[in-house]
């Protein structure tokens, strides 16, 4: 009896495993029709599909694919030049996983209640798009998106919300993550580890738990820009060891901790951007931070300080800046020195506490702008810096990219 109970249990739970051949036939379900290359859902579906064939489209037709928790709802391994759309998956490991897999589209999903959303591992030119993925990896620390050791891929209008982590990078190289709605997640928005030579662009990334962004462990030849990272649980943008990266032209505000904070990290720019109301500082050079180079920026109304850097941060150069009604606009711990300016006509930065005369008119205090003994902007100017882009470019930026997000919305309704 004892037996019997349990093989019936075992046939409940146990889920199909269903299979499009290389040779195009479908193999565990009645309930995806073929025209050619052309697969379509007929129907919900309990089970895991193994693709085994290029060049086809499969289109889930608004119906939904559940596993069992530990499967994979699309597994795709060496297959190339395949699009799966319009499908809802659930209740799998990874709904999405590709592995050695090339030129494949994943757009117009929903992919809710997984570990981990989408999964790519060693692929190439993958498109990831205009897809919801939302409460995945609440469980067991798991991602919304997750690239690993993978190249020249694309992640680009996707609402990526409520996951542990929204979007994770890791190991891998010249991808282009932009125009992403990345809200509320548990932990970091978008974090990339060990990797170079990628772009994190006009995104919005809002209330994550931790960091906005993080570019952890050596990341190099990053290019932020243009993104709206705003009301983050610590830091807006987070850069650990890392060199030679580009974050510019974002808005970064409200942050639990700082706007921007670096670690460990040289050779990096850091130009127009608007860094405003931070709870601690705007811009935080921590531990061995130095040779980077710091201008065109507007910091304002930070709670502890505008700029804030460790003794062995040194090096940096820091010019051309707004520092406007910061609780600090600079602190300097004992001992680094730093360069405030950039020498004569060219100038300083605009502090909105300097209290110096400009008896000549060039626009240029007459005295130095005093931060400790050993840092000090010899020019500092009279008036807001004036060829600042962002303030005009910022607005438009986050308009443009709340109105995209709301249009797309209203379009899967």
């Given at each position: 009896?004892?037996?019997?109970?349990?093989?019936?249990?075992?046939?409940?739970?146990?889920?199909?495993?269903?299979?499009?051949?290389?040779?195009?036939?479908?193999?565990?379900?009645?309930?995806?029709?073929?025209?050619?290359?052309?697969?379509?859902?007929?129907?919900?579906?309990?089970?895991?599909?193994?693709?085994?064939?290029?060049?086809?489209?499969?289109?889930?037709?608004?119906?939904?694919?559940?596993?069992?928790?530990?499967?994979?709802?699309?597994?795709?391994?060496?297959?190339?030049?395949?699009?799966?759309?319009?499908?809802?998956?659930?209740?799998?490991?990874?709904?999405?996983?590709?592995?050695?897999?090339?030129?494949?589209?994943?757009?117009?999903?929903?992919?809710?209640?997984?570990?981990?959303?989408?999964?790519?591992?060693?692929?190439?030119?993958?498109?990831?798009?205009?897809?919801?993925?939302?409460?995945?990896?609440?469980?067991?620390?798991?991602?919304?998106?997750?690239?690993?050791?993978?190249?020249?891929?694309?992640?680009?209008?996707?609402?990526?919300?409520?996951?542990?982590?929204?979007?994770?990078?890791?190991?891998?190289?010249?991808?282009?993550?932009?125009?992403?709605?990345?809200?509320?997640?548990?932990?970091?928005?978008?974090?990339?580890?060990?990797?170079?030579?990628?772009?994190?662009?006009?995104?919005?990334?809002?209330?994550?738990?931790?960091?906005?962004?993080?570019?952890?462990?050596?990341p190099t030849n990053y290019y932020v820009s243009g993104n709206y990272i705003t009301s983050n649980g610590l830091n807006g943008v987070e850069i650990e060891y890392g060199s030679n990266s580009t974050i510019t032209e974002n808005l970064i505000e409200n942050s639990g901790e700082?706007?921007?904070?670096?670690?460990?990290?040289?050779?990096?720019?850091?130009?127009?951007?608007?860094?405003?109301?931070?709870?601690a500082n705007g811009i935080y050079l921590q531990s061995n931070s130095y040779d980077n180079v710091i201008f065109l920026n507007n910091i304002t109304s930070n709670s502890e300080n505008g700029i804030c850097h460790y003794p062995n941060s040194q090096n940096n150069l820091i010019?051309?800046?707004?520092?406007?009604?910061?609780?600090?606009?600079?602190?300097?711990?004992?001992?680094?020195?730093?360069?405030?300016?950039?020498?004569?006509?060219?100038?300083?930065?605009?502090?909105?506490?300097?209290?110096?005369?400009?008896?000549?008119?060039?626009?240029?205090?007459?005295?130095?702008?005093?931060?400790?003994?050993?840092?000090?902007?010899?020019?500092?100017?009279?008036?807001?810096?004036?060829?600042?882009?962002?303030?005009?470019?910022?607005?438009?930026?986050?308009?443009?990219?709340?109105?995209?997000?709301?249009?797309?919305?209203?379009?899967?309704?």
């Open positions: 009896m004892s037996v019997l109970f349990a093989l019936e249990i075992q046939m409940v739970n146990a889920i199909d495993t269903i299979r499009i051949r290389s040779d195009g036939s479908v193999e565990g379900t009645t309930k995806i029709q073929r025209d050619g290359n052309i697969y379509t859902f007929t129907s919900d579906i309990v089970g895991a599909i193994v693709l085994e064939k290029s060049g086809i489209v499969i289109d889930g037709n608004g119906y939904t694919l559940t596993g069992d928790g530990n499967n994979h709802g699309f597994y795709l391994t060496s297959v190339s030049d395949t699009t799966i759309k319009n499908v809802r998956i659930e209740s799998c490991n990874n709904g999405f996983y590709l592995t050695s897999s090339f030129n494949n589209n994943i757009t117009g999903n929903t992919v809710t209640g997984n570990n981990v959303g989408i999964y790519v591992s060693n692929s190439e030119n993958i498109v990831i798009t205009e897809n919801d993925v939302q409460d995945n990896g609440l469980a067991s620390d798991g991602y919304g998106i997750n690239l690993v050791g993978s190249n020249n891929n694309i992640v680009s209008n996707n609402d990526v919300l409520s996951n542990y982590l929204g979007i994770r990078v890791l190991e891998s190289s010249n991808n282009l993550i932009t125009e992403n709605n990345v809200n509320d997640n548990n932990r970091v928005g978008i974090y990339s580890r060990q990797s170079e030579n990628d772009t994190i662009s006009n995104n919005l990334v809002a209330n994550n738990g931790d960091d906005g962004i993080q570019l952890a462990y050596s700082n706007g921007i904070r670096a670690f460990d990290s040289t050779n990096n720019t850091i130009s127009r951007n608007n860094i405003e109301n931070n709870n010019y051309h800046n707004n520092f406007i009604n910061n609780g600090n606009q600079a602190t300097s711990y004992t001992g680094g020195i730093n360069t405030w300016d950039n020498g004569f006509p060219s100038g300083g930065n605009y502090w909105s506490d300097y209290d110096g005369q400009d008896n000549n008119e060039d626009g240029i205090g007459d005295t130095p702008y005093i931060i400790d003994e050993n840092n000090r902007d010899n020019y500092p100017s009279m008036n807001v810096i004036p060829e600042f882009p962002s303030l005009i470019i910022l607005p438009l930026l986050v308009t443009a990219t709340l109105g995209i997000i709301i249009c797309r919305k209203k379009l899967k309704l």
